[in-house]
């Protein structure tokens, strides 16, 4: 089976860092056109959950950033963000250094996708958000556990919060401007405990399955915070007879947490795939991890009202040959996207991905994992047998600042930020520009590094397990 993969430039943060990144690692791959005629399934790494529309800071105040560049003033505090289908969150940043672009869209995302995933102090950060405003929205009492003398505005505790937020999340150097905002950071920052990462508000384990027609396929287990969530059967339902059910073969039209759902296909069913779709209204918890596709900064739930989640799955099905059921995530650890392949046919299941050919045993399943540079996009297709592609795409945004060196400091969001005692900035603030004058430099290098690209990225990390009956 033909495979391709296109990674459009490597981003960096810094006008500078963009272009002197993008012409030292040339991390753009090799496309390998996919076979004609086969219909393709687009998708992300998204695993389900909320998904929102980031509307900008809301309530905040004033925060000074030192480092080797100087000092520089931005905003900081709440952002606000509209869930699609329903509901209101409040977020703060935990990616100081990368900007916000506006009316981006956000999907909740596991911590292992994140730089959260690969930072020992995550789990302080979610003790800053729980012990803090907005989830402590008494004020008096905050500002007494504090210490902090004539109380606290809410600008102050906004500011406060996410300036401990970005010590432990970016490494930063950074005081809030506001005297009383600075004590309750300090306050947080010392008082801050390790707190384990919050589950899902809704996933789905088992979201790519594959089978015989006449069999039931699955199990998809739902996983969710919810009271219960609804299940819609494929949009073509009707035609294709493909029915969801439980366990016993009858409909399923809602389930709860532990619920195991079954794609039931019809044994003169031709060769094919379909999609069932769980959701829910539910309140997200506090510490789940908001990422976007569009290259802007990573934050992580502070407040979320009633809000709707979502999540899907799919079957595919085969009277013969291999079968695969292909699902891909991202993986902050290893810097990299793993795809795991489970193949339940009676045949190997073989594909080429960068050059590189994989072979997944009848019965078996393999996990790849394709490195990645940081703030790489990645864009690739796996087609399986009877004409199904599977597409992948989306961003690795792995590292903070902290993490990287030379990088020069763009931050923030609405309102743009100042520098310090009057000096000019050294950048152009991405937030409000969307762009910096590198750009046409870094696509321009990008498409010079085609050929380069596809020799870079290696496969590593295999694993293969035999498939639970």
């Known amino acids: ?72 003033e931005v905003s900081a505090g709440l952002f606000e963000m509209s869930v699609e289908g ?54 008096a009492s905050l500002a007494k556990k504090a210490g902090v003398d004539g109380g606290l505005t809410e600008q102050d505790a906004a500011a406060g919060t996410q300036v401990a937020i970005w010590r432990y ?64 059967p494929p949009l073509d339902a009707a035609i294709s007879g493909v029915r969801i059910v439980g366990k016993d073969g009858k409909d399923v039209t809602s389930a709860t947490d532990g ?56 079957a595919t099905w085969a009277e013969k040959g291999a079968l695969p059921a292909l699902s891909a995530a991202k993986n902050c650890a290893v810097s990299g996207v793993d795809i795991t392949a489970v193949n339940q046919g009676d045949e190997d299941f073989t594909f080429d991905l960068m050059g590189i050919r994989h ?19 990645y864009d690739f297709t796996i087609n399986g047998p009877q004409s199904i592609g599977n597409r992948f795409t989306g961003v690795l945004d792995c590292k903070t600042q902290a993490d990287e060196t030379g990088v020069t400091t763009q931050t923030l969001a609405e309102p743009s930020p100042a520098t310090v005692g009057g000096t000019t900035p050294t950048t152009t603030n991405l937030a409000q520009t969307g762009s910096s004058h590198a750009t046409p430099l870094i696509a321009g290098t ?9 020799a870079v990225l290696l496969l590593v990390g295999r694993k293969e397990t035999e498939v639970r009956e």
């Open 169 to 232: 999340s970016d490494g930063a150097d950074v005081d809030a401007v506001d005297p009383q905002a600075e004590q309750l950071a300090d306050y947080l920052q010392k008082a801050a405990r390790d707190v384990a990462e919050p589950e899902a508000s809704l996933t789905l384990d088992g979201s790519a399955v594959s089978g015989r027609p006449g069999e039931l396929l699955g199990p998809v287990t739902v996983r969710t915070n919810a009271s219960a969530v609804t299940v819609a």
């Open 259 to 314: 619920s195991q759902l079954f794609f039931d296909v019809p044994a003169d069913a031709a060769a094919g795939s379909a999609q069932l779709t769980v959701q829910a209204s539910t309140t997200v918890p506090v510490g789940r991890a908001f990422t976007s596709e569009s290259r802007s900064q990573t934050q992580i739930l502070a407040g979320s009202s009633e809000s709707t989640v979502s999540a899907t799955a799919t």
């Open 446 to 454: 990008a498409i010079g590094l085609v050929v380069i690209g596809g």
């Open 86 to 139: 329903g509901g209101t969150l409040q977020t703060y940043c935990v990616d100081l250094y990368n900007p916000t672009q506006k009316d981006a869209q956000y999907h909740e995302t596991p911590w292992s996708g994140t730089s959260l995933g690969v930072n020992r102090e995550a789990g302080r950060i979610r003790w800053i958000l729980q012990n803090s405003y907005p989830q402590v929205n008494d004020l």
């Open 359 to 377: 072979t997944i045993p009848a019965g078996t399943s393999r996990t790849v994992t394709i490195p990645l540079q940081e703030d790489q996009a």
């Open 1 to 72: 089976m033909i495979s391709s993969f296109s990674v459009p430039f490597t981003r960096r943060r810094g006008a500078a860092r963009l272009a002197a990144g993008t012409l030292v690692s040339g991390l753009v791959a090799a496309m390998v056109v996919a076979t004609a005629g086969t219909a393709v399934a687009d998708g992300t790494t998204h695993q389900g959950g909320a998904t929102a529309t980031i509307g900008g800071l809301k309530t905040y105040g004033a925060a000074v950033v030192h480092d080797d560049s100087g000092d520089q």
